[in-house]
């Protein structure tokens, strides 16, 4: 089974940056997509960014001109760089991926929660203002 394992979460003022790095490993066919969740207390978790093996993208419109996903395709290890920071962008942050090529995945942020294999335990960011 795929596992998951982020890091780099922490506490910055507003206009900060953070780095988030999530480390797969388990595979049982190959990285596919991997990509980010995210979700505050008493909200439903929303998707983040994704990014497709092959380096194709896809952001969540609040945090497309800020944050951006890159991949360690040698080490199945996904990245969110974050940048100018703001308190509305406090949530734990979750890392997901899909093991294997889907013939019916799409790159949407629905059609990749329902692709879904693995989560991770999710590491916490909290921007103050």
């Known amino acids: 089974k795929v596992q998951l394992v982020e890091s780099g979460g922490g506490s910055v003022q507003a206009g900060g940056s953070l780095r988030l790095s999530c480390a797969g490993s388990?595979?049982?066919?190959?990285?596919?997509?991997m990509g980010w969740f995210r979700q505050a207390p008493g909200k439903e978790r929303e998707g983040v960014a994704i990014?497709?093996?092959?380096?194709?993208?896809e952001y969540e419109d609040s945090v497309k001109c800020r944050f951006t996903i890159s991949q360690d395709i040698s080490t199945t290890t996904v990245y969110l760089h974050m940048n100018s920071l703001e308190p509305e962008d406090t949530a734990m942050y979750y890392c997901a991926a899909v093991d294997g090529i889907s013939m019916t995945w799409e790159l949407t942020f629905e059609s990749f929660r329902n692709s879904l294999d693995a989560w991770g335990q999710g590491t916490l960011v909290t921007v103050s203002s």
């Open positions: 388990g595979w049982t066919y190959s990285v596919y997509a």
């Open positions: 990014i497709v093996v092959y380096g194709t993208t």
